[in-house]
């Protein structure tokens, strides 16, 4: 199914951009630990400018920082393509904080020894380069200016920005990104995942809002109506309603295995009677010490709306945790939120901005509001961690998958205590 849903992709990508299958003019980054991945557009593998063995590098780090070197060498590229908008996050927030070495490596045209990154790849790679120091002089001016729309300055060619996922966690950065470092650039998502398969493709690159077509060949698709009725029944793809939100359950290929997607889409409208889709939400992220069962999503437009009334506040990232995760040391009060959040343009929160979050929570919740006057659950408690900390607990993942925004692994929650400075 790969090579349909690639060669749909590009076909829609060359309609809407026509210049983006110039040769070499896509820039790759993306983490594929251990193998070199193909990506989306492999069938025309020299769309690429980015080696494929950069990306298979076993540290996260290390693999991004060499594909965001390759990409600064190619002035004229059409298109960024990240696996995840986080990865290209990481990579300019990478840029920012290294760009004087990265001139330099463009300017005498080497790779620095980095860890992860062995003696006999790094030769192979530094084959590849050549010295350039009018790109590193480009690159130094640029970054000296500051760094809002720093990917239009630094190529200044490029048409749209394609990622692999722009809905459910990823959303935040895609929003964070279009506000700032690639501001006034589109974001193309082309592809529906679920369960591990491929579902649906994107044909509409220059909309705003991604919406995917369902393909019928790809898998066996049955729906569940929402909210879940008490004798819930499945539909199929000739019996959902337009405007209406169900559950996805999938039999997919290869295996044949049937399962609950754990997928809230709503139908967008029909394409040649097939159902355009939007994604709404992951069931599995949701808050709930009570059996409120807040979504994730619903969360984060809370918290974005509490964020505007603190004047100079842009959020970065967070995640939540509820507090029988940490045990003792979540304190004596009746279960509750932990939040945990990265900030810029504050150094520090008040108690009444912390307050503000639980109060902006039971205006939203009815049921959270309840439980909260009742005093079965505790006023939420927010953290605020330190710059960076976010990039480090995607690189303890180990996976390169979108980090979830609801932890449950006290592992993850551990390194991200470690990082709280109020």
């Known amino acids: 199914l790969l090579p349909q849903g690639s060669l749909l992709y590009l076909d829609a990508l060359g309609a809407a951009y026509p210049r983006a299958l110039a040769l070499r003019g896509t820039a790759l980054l993306h983490w594929t630990p251990g193998c070199p991945h193909a990506p989306a557009g492999w069938p025309l593998p020299t769309l690429y400018c980015t080696p494929a063995q950069a990306g298979a590098l076993p540290l ?11 990409a600064l060498r190619q002035r004229g590229l059409h298109v960024l393509e990240a696996g995840l908008a986080a990865e290209l996050r990481d990579v300019l927030a990478a840029l920012r904080d290294e760009w004087p070495r990265l001139a330099q490596d463009l300017a005498m045209g080497r790779l620095s020894p980095q860890p992860g990154l062995s003696e006999e790849v790094r030769s192979q790679l530094q084959a ?11 690159l130094r001016a640029e970054c000296a200016r500051g760094f809002e729309g720093i990917v239009r300055r630094l190529w200044p060619q490029l048409e749209v920005v394609v990622v692999g996922s722009a809905h459910s966690t990823e959303r935040l950065y895609c929003d964070a990104l279009r506000q700032a470092e690639c501001l006034g650039l589109p974001f193309y998502c082309p592809f529906y995942q679920a369960v591990g398969a491929l579902l649906g493709v994107n044909l509409w690159p220059e909309e705003p809002v991604p919406q995917f077509l369902l393909c019928p060949e790809w898998a066996f698709f049955e729906f569940l109506p929402c909210p879940v009725e008490e004798e ?11 405007g209406h939100e169900y559950g996805l359950v999938v039999t997919a290929q290869p295996g044949e295995y049937r399962c609950c997607a754990g997928e809230v889409l709503r139908v967008a409208g029909f394409h040649k009677q097939c159902p355009v889709v939007e994604p709404v939400r992951r069931e599995s992220q949701t808050l709930s010490v009570r059996g409120e069962s807040i979504p994730e999503e619903r969360f984060c437009q809370t918290l974005c709306r509490t964020l505007g009334m603190w004047p100079g506040a842009r959020l970065i990232d967070y995640v939540c945790v509820e507090s029988s995760l940490l045990g003792d040391s979540s304190g004596p009060c009746a279960p509750h939120y932990e939040v945990f959040v990265e900030l810029q343009g504050l150094r520090d929160l008040s108690e009444g901005q912390r307050y503000k979050l639980d109060q902006c929570l039971q205006e939203d919740f009815l049921v959270y509001k309840s439980f909260r006057f009742k005093g079965s659950i505790g006023p939420l408690r927010l953290h605020l961690v330190r710059a960076g900390a976010f990039t480090q607990l995607r690189e303890a993942l180990g996976s390169p998958v ?7 692994e006290e592992r993850l929650l ?9």
């Open 60 to 70: 996260r780090a290390t693999a991004l920082r060499v594909q965001l070197l390759f």
């Open 128 to 138: 590849l380069l050549s010295p350039d120091p009018a790109r590193a002089a480009e």
């Open 232 to 242: 819930p029944w499945t539909m199929l793809l000739d019996e959902v309603w337009e």
């Open 402 to 408: 979108p980090m979830p925004r609801v932890l449950r």
């Open 414 to 422: 551990q390194l991200i205590q470690g990082s709280v400075i109020s």
